[in-house]
């Protein structure tokens, strides 16, 4: 089993895929509030306030299909991306 605090390669992903899947977020949901979004153990999660809308296998999908099209696009260079807005409710998509 890979040390996810050790290996700095799979923190490194795991960081970036958190940034992809923010910015997928930001552009289905532009009035998304973000929070939390460390590496974990798991992966990486985020605390994300939707408003009243609600998160389903549908939403999960669109997220999904989201995050593909921004890998694809290379919009991004994630490896350099700093994420300068850290008060949490400032990601930008």
């Known amino acids: ?25 930001k552009h289905l949901y532009p ?3 973000f ?7 798991e992966g990486f999660y985020y605390d994300i306030d ?3 809308d609600v ?3 549908e939403v ?3 997220i999904e299909k989201e995050m593909k099209k ?7 260079d994630l490896q350099k991306r700093s994420f300068q807005g850290r008060s949490h409710g400032n990601v930008q998509g």
């Open 60 to 62: 999960i999908a669109a």
């Open 55 to 57: 998160v389903n296998d």
């Open 50 to 52: 939707l408003g009243n």
């Open 1 to 25: 089993m890979v040390n996810f605090k050790e290996d700095e390669r799979l923190t490194t992903l795991n960081h970036s895929c958190a940034h992809v899947m923010a910015q997928a977020v």
């Open 31 to 33: 009035h998304a509030k």
């Open 35 to 41: 929070w939390v979004g460390p590496v974990v153990k």
């Open 70 to 76: 921004i890998c694809k696009g290379g919009q991004e």
